[in-house]
């Protein structure tokens, strides 16, 4: 079983690494981005045999050390393979 | 227009970030994650009409800024609103 989890800022929270690179990419002449945000992709190989199961470790994985529960999000996919 | 990027590590580059959640997550005690690994994901509104354009900036974007040549590796994906 494969999990890929994306965590991002909350809605009003400022994402400072964002900021930079389209300061950064608008000073290099890279011009048409209006808004730019940053996140974390995080790809897991389980060892289970059920979607249940993976759902159960992700969340967990997520609530206990991956997401900020103060200023970040998650949203997660798992696919059988 | 919107484009989602996704930025990781090449085969066989060691992600550091990965092994440290791996091992946390195994002293905390989520277990059943075989592998996992890190990266980052990017998401940009765009100010353009054609599939094309969008394609030429996120392009070089990452070529340019975002993703370092010799260790990682992009794919991404894009999006008519």
Do not use: H, Q, R
Request: proline residues 2%; hydrophobic residues 35%.
């Amino acid at each position: 079983m494969k999990a890929i989890i994306f965590i991002n800022y909350k809605e009003g929270i400022l994402d400072p690494e964002g900021v930079t690179i389209s300061k950064a990419l608008d000073n290099m002449g890279i011009n048409g981005i209006n808004e730019l945000s940053v996140g974390k992709c995080i790809e897991m190989n389980l060892d289970c045999s059920s979607k249940d199961e993976a759902k159960k470790i992700v969340e967990a994985s997520c609530d206990k050390l991956l997401a900020n529960p103060n200023t970040e999000t998650y949203k997660y996919k798992i696919m059988e393979e």
